[in-house]
């Protein structure tokens, strides 16, 4: 599966990973709450570029043009379908794009953030911020059963083609067909996953050393100040309608 | 680490210890076992499955009864700490283990990370981690891997990465719980060679394992359960002495290689399939050329490519292939040699070009997924129904279906679970269901993918017999497979696949049995 | 026999505190319901869909749910499944409210699972119905930033599109959303028991 190759070397773009919560944040801000005017068009537009820039420099540049493509094609759907169609036929498609267009962004950055950040990294930065076990722990194990998942989705998704269990014909035991073996198989993995990592010492009381490197260097410094600017912006612009116009 | 024991005293000291798990799914029990193990030493733990060595590893390494639940009694020490009452991370400065299944044993997505992953738990200090971590690196080999997601990786490219992660924190005490059991010839050599460095380094070592062979010459105890009872004990020399009668009524695979080929299954070399067996009887005219009733099965033309950042390379380039019909074909090769590509291309699963002939009949991609039936190496993907009979009845059409249901899982001797629930049933009923849904819908050509791994000798030849009746209804087989008593059991004729492309293939008689050998000789020593 | 004692279990041990076997459990279970409600929640690209995904996701989502409450048995993981499940919500863009909903029902649901000494089946369905509120948070973007949002939308797509999209998202519209979220949280949670009963107990994995 691509999606979550965490290569440790291979990096163009080293970001600790409390700056890409930041940004997260920052872009999922802007985008949701948008803004009115030239000034907030701008800023919308460089936060929702940020994650295909990030996407492309980080050895990904298919996907980031993709992803690119597919939000460029559905906002233009949008704007261009809106005066062509009236009624339930407008608000249908140019919903849809717009649904489309308004997620791309994000699950661009959720990918770079996914497939940039290793597991240790990760821990490293939550003991940083002084996260408790609770949360670490399983979501670190998160990141990691996504990609499991996937795997056996796709075998499970073999067996039923070759038995010719397809939605179409079999419904609503198509669902039952599909979670069954995939729960029961995550379950076991689960188990086998969760007596080797408590083999190797985790939870412990011991204070977990890391050997990555995180820490923030000037790009991460450039990344914040401008998620800040652009939230700076985008409170001001809320509070003062008509002030950065 | 540890510098309080004794020189010369035992790493593991196991004293009249019985374990019964809170739940009965876990594992089977056991009792009064009693063990001792000094540096450097190796004690190999076998027998039937169900014996109970996996718990006896768990007791060694604390995971029982810290993780599978369950009451305790008598003493396990490690270096002189109790396992049994220490906590887990407590244990988890003298012992490391590597288990049964590479895929669920990770829980980093990067390979330096998941080396790293105990020391740093165990809060090493960070320099002195990137010590350990590439000293281990360069071990075993994972310098060029160490960029790649674990994802990405093949079944013993991971169990590799196992071993590296347990020996970075320099356990005294290395636990094994059937390492090989997912793995080819070629890593098993290297995962011997890990063994033996353990050894060297002074390490004490606890292998349960039902494939034994890759252990000849190392073992310094051999431990026999049987209903987790220690049965027998002999000293590495004795055990190698055993004769080959006695380890087969014991249930034991081949100790080595030449004991795989001296296997009694030899004698049966073609054997029990009366209406065409005068083509096939020991050593005589190859298969191919004696059967005029059915034309074989033909694959033309048959390509697959996986893409690779972004490129597509071709994984898979067969130009033309026969397979006689009702023939049981052994595919073999070195790992990523493309057998499970080629598998999937025949079943029509993956990306792949070409076609499969069988009686005048062209079928494409999409007639194969109809046509063509795989046993998965993880049967429990392709189980969804409620109960057995169900299971075999899904898919199937007519009037009669459940009449033909009934004795199809009559045949596989499945008849009394038809109302059980298909994943409670042993790993080896599970893989009979799976073959009992290729039967109902009349599927002409079956491929297994590894049906053999992780099983004792009698399950592997339960497999084989299943296989030969399968073959009595004339369905034609193809079997990936690393193991060579297996092979030699069932098969008729043997493929070998090197760089995606099939190498050579010969029918398999008394003579051929022979490149057979060679073959897996070959991968035995590295 | 002196070395004859028996070793409490891990659960007599860690007591209340929840352990590694439970965070790890935790992550898992957060990754297939995650899972579940996005392949549902995908459907809802379609815009009418969008509001009646709020009525099909705990159809679904019960399953695991109920898989879930078989290994929930210390007061915070489903809390903690809850968060999780707002945080990664969150991160693929569904707005943070989420965390939020996720954070407030998946604590009720903890409590009333635990009023139930764990193991009641009538509180496992409620549970679950209370749980599967947390989906409104997906939509409160719309109801608190209207004001700023819908100008743009307006703006970006004219009229005829918000004044359609708006016939949807009515303020009035949010009790009927969350009453949904409850109702098919319910039915959900006993499909989740009935799957549960036919296939992981019989299979042993409950």
């Not at chain 2, 593991?12 to 798990?21: H, I």
């Not at chain 2, 809060?123 to 994972?142: H, M, N, Y």
Request: with cysteine; hydrophobic share 45%.
């Amino acid at each position: 599966m691509e999606f979550l190759q965490s290569g440790a070397g291979v990096r163009t773009v080293r970001l600790d990973p409390r700056t890409k919560i930041v940004l997260l944040f920052a872009v999922s801000t802007v985008l949701l709450l948008g803004g009115n005017g030239p000034a907030m068009f701008a800023v919308r537009t460089t936060m929702l570029l940020f994650p295909f820039a990030l996407l492309a420099v980080s050895v990904r540049v298919r996907v980031a043009v993709l992803m690119l493509a597919a939000y460029l094609g559905t906002y233009a759907l949008a704007v261009f379908a809106a005066p062509a169609l009236s009624g339930v036929a407008n608000a249908f498609v140019v919903a849809s794009a717009t649904v489309v267009s308004r997620f791309v962004p994000t699950l661009a950055l959720a990918y770079f953030v996914f497939a940039t950040t290793t597991v240790s990294e990760f821990m490293a930065a939550m003991a940083r911020m002084r996260m408790p076990d609770w949360i670490t722990i399983p979501l670190s194990v998160l990141f990691r059963f996504f990609p499991t998942l996937g795997e056996e989705a796709r075998a499970i998704g073999a067996a039923m083609r070759m038995r010719g269990i397809s939605p179409l014909r079999n419904g609503v035991t198509y669902v039952e067909c599909a979670l069954v073996p995939l729960m029961s198989c995550a379950v076991s993995i689960g188990e086998d996953l969760s007596a080797a990592a408590l083999a190797r010492g985790l939870g412990g009381p011991a204070k977990r050393t890391n050997v990555c490197a995180i820490g923030f260097g000037a790009l991460d410094i450039a990344v914040i100040a401008v998620s800040a600017a652009a939230t700076a912006l985008l409170a001001a612009s809320l509070t003062f309608p008509g002030a950065i116009a | 680490m540890n510098g309080g024991v004794r020189e010369g005293a035992p790493v593991l000291l196991m004293d009249n210890v019985s374990f019964f798990y809170a739940g009965e799914r876990s594992g089977a029990g056991v009792a009064g076992i009693s063990l001792s193990l000094c540096a450097g030493e190796l004690a190999l733990l076998c027998g039937r499955s169900g014996c109970g060595k996996t718990t006896v590893t768990r007791l060694a390494n604390g995971l029982a009864p810290h993780f599978y639940e369950g009451t305790v009694a008598g003493s396990v020490r490690v270096c002189g700490l109790d396992v049994a009452r220490a906590e887990l991370w407590e244990t988890a400065r003298l012992v490391g283990s590597v288990f049964q299944n590479p895929k669920s044993q990770f829980y980093n997505v990067d390979v330096r990370g998941e080396v790293a992953f105990g020391c740093e738990n165990l809060g090493f200090d960070p320099a002195d981690i990137e010590r350990r971590v590439d000293d281990a690196v360069r071990e075993f080999d994972l310098a060029p891997l160490l960029d790649a997601s674990i994802f990405s990786l093949s079944g013993g490219q991971k169990q590799r990465v196992a071993c590296a992660s347990a020996t970075a924190t320099s356990p005294r005490l290395v636990v094994l719980d059937e390492p090989s059991s997912n793995l080819d010839f070629e890593t098993i050599a290297r995962l011997r060679a890990a063994i033996v460095r353990w050894k060297e380094s002074g390490a004490a070592v606890l292998v349960a394992e039902h494939r034994i062979h890759y252990l000849d010459g190392l073992a310094d105890q051999v431990i026999y359960l049987d209903e987790g009872r220690i049965a027998h004990r002999w000293s590495g020399e004795e055990f190698a002495r055993l004769d080959d009668a006695e380890r087969v009524r014991l249930g034991l695979r081949a100790r080595s290689v030449a004991d795989a080929l001296r296997f009694p299954e030899r004698s049966r070399l073609a054997p029990d399939v009366p209406s065409r067996s005068d083509d096939g009887r020991a050593g005589q005219t190859p298969r191919k050329a004696a059967k005029p009733e059915k034309p074989p099965i033909r694959f033309e033309k048959l390509t697959a490519d996986y893409r690779k950042n972004g490129a597509f390379e071709r994984a898979l380039d067969v130009p033309s292939l026969e397979l006689p019909q009702a023939s049981v074909t052994a595919l073999v090769g070195p790992c990523g040699a493309g057998k499970s590509t080629f598998a999937e291309a025949v079943c029509g699963l993956n990306r792949c070009e070409g076609t499969m002939e069988i009686d005048g009949e062209r079928l494409g991609k999409r007639d194969r997924r109809r046509r063509c039936f795989m046993v998965m190496q993880n049967v429990n993907h392709q189980l969804f129904a409620e109960s057995v009979l169900d299971e075999v009845l899904l898919g199937m059409t007519g009037d009669d279906r459940g009449q033909r249901a009934l004795s199809i899982l009559r045949d596989l001797d499945l008849d009394e679970l038809a109302q059980a629930h298909p994943l409670s049933l042993s790993g080896g009923q599970r893989q009979r269901v799976a073959i009992a849904q290729a039967l109902a819908t009349d599927r002409p050509l079956i491929v297994y993918d590894e049906p053999t791994s992780g099983l004792d000798l009698a399950h592997m030849r339960q497999v084989a017999e299943t296989i030969r009746g399968v073959r009595a209804r004339d369905a034609t087989q193809i079997v990936i497979t690393h193991d060579p008593e297996f092979v030699l059991s069932c098969c008729t004729h043997v493929a070998m696949m090197e760089n995606g492309r099939i190498a050579d293939t010969f029918p398999l008689c008394e003579e051929t049995a022979n490149r057979l050998a060679d073959l897996f000789l070959a991968y035995d020593r590295p | 026999m002196a070395h004859n004692s028996t070793a409490p279990s891990a659960a007599a041990k860690t007591g209340d505190r929840l352990g590694g076997k439970d965070l790890i459990n935790i992550g898992i279970f957060t990754a297939i319901y995650f899972v579940v409600v996005f392949a549902v929640a995908c459907l809802g690209f379609i815009p009418i869909l969008m509001a009646a995904i709020c009525g099909i996701i705990p159809l679904i989502a019960g399953i695991p749910y109920m898989l879930f409450l078989t290994r929930a048995r210390k007061f915070g993981m489903i809390t903690i499944l809850g968060l999780l499940t707002g945080i990664i919500m969150f991160i693929t863009g569904m707005g943070y409210f989420s965390i939020a909903t996720g954070l407030i029902c998946g604590l009720i649901a903890d409590l009333i699972w635990k009023s139930g000494g764990y193991a009641s089946a009538s509180r496992a369905v409620l549970s679950h119905g209370v749980f599967s509120c947390w989906i409104i948070g997906n939509f409160l973007p719309f109801l608190i930033t209207a004001d700023t949002y819908l100008p743009t939308v307006r703006a970006q797509y004219g009229d005829a599109y918000v004044d359609e999209l708006m016939t949807y998202l009515q303020p009035e519209m949010y009790p009927v959303l969350l009453i949904a979220c409850f109702v098919t949280g319910i039915i959900g949670g006993f499909i989740g028991r009935a799957i549960l009963k036919k296939h992981f107990e019989r299979a042993g994995i409950a």
